[in-house]
């Protein structure tokens, strides 16, 4: 079972950048997929990004050229850097995996973008 915890989350004024970590109990290289997924008040899950294991990403159009996404080796983290935020990206970012068939999740974390 793998396990996901999400850090990084907070109050950021629109145009402002924060970055989100998720830690990994095992290497980000043995996971299928791993990535973020958000969902904002009374809106489904929508996947913001994520990284594969071949080290190709994809986007959510709506964060396509101002969010990134890397991975760190050493300390099984994935990192999402965000800039140019906007009101809109107010979420819960959840980190999510995907390894031998299953879906991971962690806790989630708040990011509240204000105007």
């Known amino acids: 079972q793998v396990q996901l915890a999400e850090s990084g989350g907070g109050l950021v004024q629109a145009g402002g950048s924060l970055r989100l970590s998720c830690a990994a109990s095992e290497s980000t290289f043995s996971l299928s997929v791993i990535g973020w997924f958000r969902q904002a008040p009374g809106k489904q899950r929508d996947l913001v990004a994520l990284?594969?294991?071949?080290?190709?990403?994809d986007y959510a159009d709506s964060v396509r050229g101002r969010f990134t996404i890397s991975r760190d080796n050493d300390k099984n983290t994935v990192t999402l850097q965000m800039s140019s935020l906007k009101p809109e990206d107010t979420a819960v970012y959840y980190c999510f995996s995907d390894s031998i068939g299953r879906r991971y999740w962690g806790q989630g974390t708040q990011v509240t973008v204000s105007s």
């Open positions: 990284l594969r294991r071949d080290g190709t990403t």
